[in-house]
């Protein structure tokens, strides 16, 4: 075993085991610290807390007291700290505590740390600047109000459903639209560290109905994020457990160089829109050692609908993701299905899928436009349990109302004009997949304009006996179905190397307008 260090500032340190394993250890090992026990744990990616700016530590592991591996390494300088509470604020779960940790944020200097020590800390909204620290203490929760009049408005700069036009929408109905960005929010800010164990907590009640007032105007519902980054660079977020958002948890907007470490993201996973991590347009994004259990999409990888797509052509890219966990929800890692920009370059690695719908869900359809280009995608080792559907490639992606028009739906083959999108490379390496339900794979792309390349290496799928029906994309057209083994449909090159499916009802594998395959 070798033990890495992959993240470290003044305050604390994240490492990662390197042994082979997936998200977790075998098992359970000691931490110790400077020859003192610190902690147990059984992640591979994990948090050490609780260090003093500028001083050598050792970190070492222990099984039965044999010693696995260690790492040193020395915590950075830090100026000063800024304690919340010498600011005015509470921690009591009861007064509104929101322009004190502000102050603090504002009042920061850089190489310094904003300290939210235990307690609840009730807010509206908190703002972010360049170069600051801010550290969640264990035991600190930061508790957003559900009174949507406490949040300030902002006009809505929207586009409509025929994704034409865009409007703005400065009053509904002679009313103010709230237009919500984030319980914590940054705007064109950099070097920026959100660390700590502890917990940013939106309290959405979804068995009330959701205390968030949608307020849907043409079927969009303007709910705040949990985190929300906008055109943001060099931000780190690290440690914290976010939960029970009222929309998607995690935003990154036009943002780059960012890092997701060691965090939990928790919804109900009835909740719905609660997507884990969405980053949209972003460039240069590790998200390692985060566990997702949601209600909707774990991570959700998007660049835009058409307008957005069109106008400023940036994909997502540069993307990794590895040694995650995602649980439950509609999708563990999704492309799209606002993707008319394109993403290139994802890599998903080493990850864990646990009772999701779909592994790799690809939404995407006639009208995301000739932009929405998906390049580069590689899924390796991993292991999923109880996925419904592993893989899933879906040209016919019905959500919103145009995607039920003829155009979008038909199987024939159209012209290819600016409207049309493109999938050209998928490759899935080293991947088990147990106790699968629906289908092994379902992957559907336009006669039009087929999908480039899917290359199948080293697979390995088998179902549930207790294996459930539903359908395996969302596309008009197709029934519920259950134990179904690979579909694939219109593809250029098609390369299987030792791909095993086991215990389907029917034939393991269907093609239809394959033009080459190689094995």
């Not at 980053?279 to 058409?306: H, M, N, Q, T």
């Not at 199987?411 to 092994?440: G, W």
């Amino acid at each position: 075993m070798k033990l890495n260090v992959i993240f470290k500032n003044a305050r604390c340190a994240v490492l990662e085991c390197i042994d082979g394993s997936i998200f977790q250890l075998g098992k359970s090992v000691d931490v110790f610290v400077n020859g003192e026990k610190k902690q147990e744990t059984d992640r591979v990616i994990f948090s050490v807390y609780g260090l003093k700016p500028q001083t050598m530590y050792t970190v070492e592991l222990f099984s039965q007291g044999t010693l696995l591996a260690e790492a040193v390494f020395t915590t950075d300088y830090e100026f000063v700290t800024l304690n919340v509470k010498d600011f005015g604020a509470k921690g009591d779960g009861e007064n509104n505590d929101t322009s004190f940790i502000q102050a603090a944020i504002m009042a920061c200097p850089r190489d310094s740390r904003v300290l939210i020590p235990k307690g609840t800390y009730r807010i509206t909204s908190l703002f972010l600047k360049d170069d600051v620290n801010i550290e969640l203490e264990e035991g600190a929760v930061i508790k957003a109000f559900t009174d949507r009049t406490m949040f300030p408005v902002f006009p809505a700069m929207i586009q409509s459903y025929d994704e034409e036009k865009e409007y703005n929408l400065g009053t509904w109905e002679g009313n103010p639209l709230p237009m919500f960005s984030g319980i914590i929010t940054g705007v064109n800010v950099k070097n920026v560290v959100i660390y700590g164990s502890g917990v940013l907590d939106g309290c959405a009640s979804f068995e009330e109905g959701n205390w968030w007032p949608n307020h849907r105007v043409m079927n969009i519902a303007f709910r705040p994020r949990m985190l929300f980054l906008h055109h943001c660079e060099h931000v780190i977020v690290q440690g914290i457990t976010v939960q029970n958002s009222p929309s998607w948890n995690i935003h990154p907007y036009f943002s780059n160089h960012l890092r997701f470490l060691d965090m939990n993201v928790l919804n109900p996973k009835d909740s719905p829109n609660t997507d884990g991590l969405d980053p949209e347009s972003c460039r240069d994004l590790e998200i390692a050692g985060v566990y997702f259990s949601l209600g909707d999409d774990c991570i959700a990888v998007k660049s835009g609908k058409i307008y957005m797509g069109a106008k400023y052509r940036t994909p997502s890219q540069d993307i990794c993701i590895r040694q995650c966990c995602m649980r439950d929800g509609h999708g563990s890692v999704t492309i799209g299905s606002e993707m008319a920009g394109g993403v290139k370059n994802l890599v998903v690695k080493d990850c864990l899928f646990l009772h999701t719908d779909r592994g790799l869900r690809i939404k995407t359809r006639r009208g995301r436009g000739k932009d929405a280009i998906i390049e580069g995608i590689l899924f390796d080792n991993i292991h999923m349990d109880h996925v419904m559907t592993p893989f899933v490639a879906n040209s016919f992606y019905y959500c919103d109302p145009d995607g039920h028009t003829e155009y979008v739906r038909t199987k024939e083959t159209l012209p290819v004009d600016d409207r049309t999108p493109d999938i050209r490379s998928l490759t899935f390496r080293n991947i088990q997949a147990e106790n699968c339900h629906v289908a092994a794979a379902f992957l559907y792309g336009l006669p039009e304009r087929k999908i480039g390349r899917i290359e199948m290496e080293n697979i390995h799928v088998t179902y549930a006996e207790d294996a459930k029906a539903d359908i395996p994309a969302m596309m008009e057209g197709i029934q519920p179905m259950t134990r179904q083994g690979i579909y694939i449909n219109n593809v250029k090159t098609l390369v299987m190397k030792e791909v095993k499916v086991e215990g389907q009802e029917g034939p393991a594998l269907t093609l239809e307008n394959i033009d080459q395959i190689e094995s």
